[in-house]
């Protein structure tokens, strides 16, 4: 079946720029995602791009698309405290018939 | 901002108990998925179902049923609970045209004893 991989773990530095990578391996992708997942709670999306784009920017969060590459980044600029959490990249093919997850990354943020 | 409500959010709850977790969406979503995830890792869809008397399974085996009686609710059961049933369960939505973007709600966590 078609695979999304993530790194597991990513630490930064409060006011640095954090950088989450995500591959993906179905070709036929229309749509991809960008979840948070704060502890105890449910998945929040942040932003999505369509396959046709290859760079969407939302105030801090910036996601670049490398559609011949099937690499998909998440970038939040003078990252806070409060972007620590579990980010899950997510691509859907075939009009919604197919949606997959990736592991989720967990980002932790130093003072 | 989703509107996606389950309930309870914490339910801790004895062996072989029978239990009903509530989800419900008030978008018209055609769409709605069931995952289970255990506290930081994947997420594992156990259920989805694309509208009205439409329920299949997912990718990760399950003990659960699912029914899709009305559009807006998409309660998910266990007919005898067990400790290896501990996990946080998930539910989302999403339309059937555009960007089918998930909507999830907050999560049910689901301890048994």
């Known amino acids: 079946g078609e695979d999304v991989e993530q790194s597991l773990f990513l630490s930064v530095r409060e006011g640095d720029s954090s950088v989450i990578n995500c591959t993906y391996t179905?070709?036929?992708?229309?749509?991809l995602y960008w979840y948070k997942q704060e502890p105890g709670a449910g998945l929040q999306l942040l932003t999505y791009i369509f396959s046709n784009m290859d760079m969407k920017q939302d105030q801090r969060l910036t996601v670049l698309l490398n559609k011949k590459d099937k690499h998909l980044s998440l970038r939040i600029a003078d990252t806070q405290t409060g972007d620590s959490a579990i980010y899950f990249c997510?691509?859907?093919?075939?009009?919604?018939?197919?949606?997959?997850f990736g592991p989720g990354t967990r980002l932790s943020v130093l003072p | 901002e989703a509107d996606i409500y389950q309930t309870p959010r914490y339910l801790v709850i004895g062996t072989g108990k029978k239990i009903t977790l509530e989800c419900s969406q008030t978008m018209g979503h055609d769409k709605m998925y069931w995952y289970q995830q255990d506290p930081g890792m994947e997420l594992h869809l156990i259920h989805y179902s694309y509208g009205v008397n439409s329920t299949e399974k997912g990718d990760l085996s399950s003990e659960s049923t699912v029914s899709r009686i009305r559009t807006e609710h998409f309660p998910l059961t266990l007919e005898s609970a067990r400790p290896s049933h501990t996990s946080q369960y998930l539910c989302?939505?999403?339309?059937?045209?555009?960007?089918?973007?998930?909507?999830f709600g907050p999560g049910t966590r689901l301890t048994v004893l």
């Open positions: 997510a691509e859907s093919a075939n009009y919604g018939q197919n949606f997959v």
């Open positions: 989302a939505s999403s339309e059937s045209v555009g960007a089918d973007t998930q909507y």
């Open positions: 179905d070709s036929s992708s229309t749509y």
